[in-house]
Nanobody, 123 residues
């Protein structure tokens, strides 16, 4: 059974930074894409960022490019999301996802999710 545990959420002012962490219990962690999604109140869950196996290619939603950075530490089975220049519209529950895959339509999907961590940005 795959388990994911996020941490690092909180309340910050606009322009501030937060770093999310997600520890994953997946024996072959380094072989999988890892990523982050978010869901704002009243909206559908949306893709934020993904990172290929062994710290390869990274992918970002247009809304976070240049502000967020995804990274991973395979020795610790942990994936991170550094979020800078935060905006009120970044307010959401952020979910870690394991074993992401990208469909032919470009949509990112995952079967394994964390419980989520709340990120709130005040204006």
């Amino acid at each position: 059974q795959v388990q994911l545990g996020e941490s690092g959420g909180g309340l910050v002012q606009a322009g501030g930074s937060l770093r999310l962490s997600c520890v994953v219990s997946l024996r072959t962690f380094s072989m999988y894409f890892m990523g982050w999604f978010r869901q704002a109140p009243g909206k559908e869950r949306e893709f934020v960022s993904a990172i290929a196996w062994r710290g390869g290619s990274t992918y970002y939603a247009d809304s976070v490019k240049g502000r967020f950075t995804i990274s991973r530490d395979d020795a610790k089975s942990t994936v991170y999301l550094q979020m800078n220049s935060l905006k009120p519209e970044d307010t959401a529950i952020y979910y870690c996802a394991a074993a992401l895959r990208r469909g032919s339509d470009g949509t990112w999907r995952s079967d394994y999710w964390g419980q989520g961590t709340q990120v709130t940005i005040s204006s």
